[in-house]
């Protein structure tokens, strides 16, 4: 997921993406732990995703609090 295709998104989605992605994440080091997962990059992938959501709030925060 682009960082243009987040910021798009209001809090409250933003906040729902948010959590898909942590449940997305404990999916897939479950299937990390049993061997079962496919696509190991993905993890990678889903932390980076989370990061870039954890930013973009947190930007979000700081423009609200200086005005």
Known sequence: MKPKEIRELSQD???GKLRA???ELF???FQLATAQL????????VRKDI????TIMHERQVSRDAD
């Open 13 to 15: 989605e933003l906040a």
């Open 21 to 23: 992605l942590k449940e």
């Open 27 to 29: 999916r897939l080091r």
């Open 38 to 45: 496919e696509n190991p990059m993905r993890v990678r992938q």
């Open 51 to 54: 990061a870039r959501v954890h």
